[in-house]
């Protein structure tokens, strides 16, 4: 199925940071986010990673947030 992109992180394959980018990305997988990665069409060297929260990793950081929802 297809989900909602939440946001977008653009980076150069070029980045001498790839240690610490890779680091951040397995942080956000075990929180429970998905990742997709994906090249520019126009430039090899920038790479998309489009991230999605589902409703249960919403749910967990709004209940630690005491976040209300109003009910109908």
């Given at each position: ?20 980018r890779e680091v951040f990305e397995r942080n956000i997988r075990a ?41 109908r």
């Open positions: 199925g297809k989900c909602r992109i939440d946001y977008i992180l653009v980076y150069r394959k070029s980045n001498p940071q790839t240690e610490k929180e429970g986010l998905q990742m997709e990665k994906e090249s520019s069409l126009i430039n090899s060297d920038i790479i998309f990673v489009k991230l999605h929260a589902p409703w249960e990793v919403l749910g967990r950081y709004a209940e630690q947030m005491n976040v209300r929802m109003p009910f």
